[in-house]
């Protein structure tokens, strides 16, 4: 079973940045796609990055496209996401995804097998 953990969310100012992390415990996440995902209040689960298993491949939402950069370290542990220029309306719980699919990576939250319990961002002055 594939355990996956948050970190890295907070308070930030419009147009602060921050990254967030997710990391696999007693495990590594080398031949996993990893995606991000958030939900604000009362709206649905948006998938809004994700990086493929051969890792030559990111996919961004349109809501997040140029303000948002999905990365991992050298040993495939620990995946980021960075987020710049942040806005109110990114404020939602944020949470990471993997699977062992392989091929393009998707936004489509249903294909994930494994989820990590999510942590908050809110974007405020």
């Known amino acids: 079973q594939v355990q996956l953990v948050e970190s890295g969310g907070g308070l930030v100012q419009p147009g602060g940045s921050l990254k967030l992390s997710c990391a696999a415990s007693?495990?590594?996440?080398?031949?996993?796609?990893v995606a991000w995902f958030r939900q604000a209040p009362g709206k649905e689960r948006e998938g809004i990055s994700c990086?493929?298993?051969?890792?030559?491949?990111?996919n961004y939402a349109a809501s997040v496209q140029g303000r948002s950069t999905e990365f991992s370290d050298n040993a495939e542990n620990t995946f980021y996401l960075q987020r710049d220029n942040l806005k109110p309306e990114d404020t939602a719980v944020y949470y990471c995804?993997?699977?062992?699919?392989?091929?393009?990576?998707?936004?489509?939250?249903?294909?994930?097998?494994?989820w990590g319990q999510g942590i908050q961002v809110t974007v405020s002055s």
């Open positions: 007693q495990s590594t996440l080398e031949f996993f796609t």
């Open positions: 990086i493929s298993r051969v890792r030559r491949f990111t």
């Open positions: 995804a993997a699977d062992r699919r392989a091929g393009r990576c998707t936004l489509t939250g249903a294909l994930y097998d494994h």
